[in-house]
């Protein structure tokens, strides 16, 4: 008999409040947690804390309160950079969510490091937030922008791989899909973009929430992530980065904070991380993400992820069994290979029909493109519909969403 | 569906499932336009052939929900016939049901006028859209094809404008 730490749904759900509200006379069923997780009464009362005893600007007050204010933003990098496997804690940037952290990398390193005609490469199955960043220097600089495609199977097709790679200066890519859940060869991806003295950069918005994270042992230069997505609040991602290369990366943002002296002449930036935050930052995010990461940790990350694998096979199963041949599930067809991100398509019916109809049954899920359209494109779809799990979603919630879907898929027969 | 029959009524549905005008024309001479929903990645193409003013021809593709595609099918079948400065008039109308009122859009401020410089046109059809108002984030999928439908009539008229 293993002694499997499974996770107790019920325990965890009352967790978060929100997940007790009804809507339209039934229960809320939250599936839509790829694109921002609920967060839990530890979160909210964290930053409610805060602000009801300690709030103050950091970093400058010389009384109690702002001593506790600079000891929670700092406490709360503390705690990521643990979270994460970081080396120190000054290799932890706060930024607005990934999409900043993102833009960080690509406009402070990229723009003082890459001249015209240096090639980067992403992924086809990248969200915007590592594309469009790209795009810019392609227009500014002149860099080329080569792509690893997508195969069927929802897996990178690294055929092409070593060509792809030859003379590049940057790979950059996500951890995980936010589409089709796949998680990508992150190993083998850092060891050739290493091969070939590029950089390598990871997109970990929807990986961190939900897999335990080593950033050392993955031996990348960047990884990005955003707090909303694991259960912390809006307003805070991470920018995580190796002191070696934060070193070699001019400022980003510039003004306050980020400065250790400003004369009519110039100024000095601050030491790492504090020179890559200019302003104010976001100190109640920063305690609620530090609130967010104590509450995973108080789960589990890895009972996390069998939770999720688990539930992931039960959903897989259970839609392909009650829609049969008239539902696709897009991405890797074995759990282990990706995360709870299910995307799907019901005969001709289109999912902002489809999802309309869930609306009706509290079922909360996500139609579009996700915001990743090349991909959706090199697939041949215009949209699909996106559910996505998290800790506390239970069978219960997959079977709302079957239901959900066997009632739109009879409403729109034709 | 209970609490979507407002949205969902049995003639957009009709619309959806047997699209009127669907294909393309020939482009030159038809006029193209292109449209994007970047909400939800719906695509549109209104293709559309007029002999000086008359609408003589058009034809949709692309692709999109029920509300977006069956809009874009009933606008077809208005506006088909009809001349140019009449399909003005009947965009202006849809939007207006659609509670878009082209001062507002125009950024131009001051409050909404009761649809004064909307011309009562009969919307017949169309009329079984006037429901998605209820749903807010629907509206732009109503509207999608008339905005695109708008850009050819922007299209034709400085084209007719410019001498040849
Ligand atoms: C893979 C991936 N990267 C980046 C982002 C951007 O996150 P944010 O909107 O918090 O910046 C998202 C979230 O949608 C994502 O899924």
Redesign the pocket.
Known sequence: MEARMSLDVARIKADFPILRRQVRDGRLVYLDS???SQKPQAVIDAMAHYYENSNANVHRGTYLIAEEATAGLEGARAKVARFIGAASEREVIFT???????NLVVKAWGRSHLKAGDPVVITEL?????IVPWHQLVEEIGIELRWIPVGPDGHLDLTDLDRLLDGARVLSF?A???VLGTILPIDRLVAAARAVGAIAII?A??YVPHVATDVQAWGADFV?F????MCGP?GI?VLWGTEAILDDTPPFLTGGEMILNVTKEGFTVNELPWKFEAGTPPIAEAVGLGAAVDYLESVGMESIREHEVTLTGYALRTLTERLGDRLTIHGPAEPAERGGVLSFVVDDIHPHDLTQVFDQYGVCVRAGH??AKPLMRSMGLGATARASLYLYNDEADVDALAAALESAADFFAF | MPGLEDLYREIILDHYRNPRNRGELESPPAHRSEGFNPLCGDEIVVYLAADGTTIDDIRIAGQGCSISQSSASMMSAAVKGKTVAEARDLVKAFKAMMSIHEHELDGEDGAPEPAADTPELKLGDLEALRGVVKFPVRIKCATLSWNTLANVLNEIESASSRPQ
């Open positions: 790829a694109n921002t607005k969510n990934a999409t900043e952290a993102l990248e969200h915007h937030a590592n996500a995980m899909s936010n997109d918005s929807q990005a955003t707090g909303h997505k809006t991602g996700h915001c």
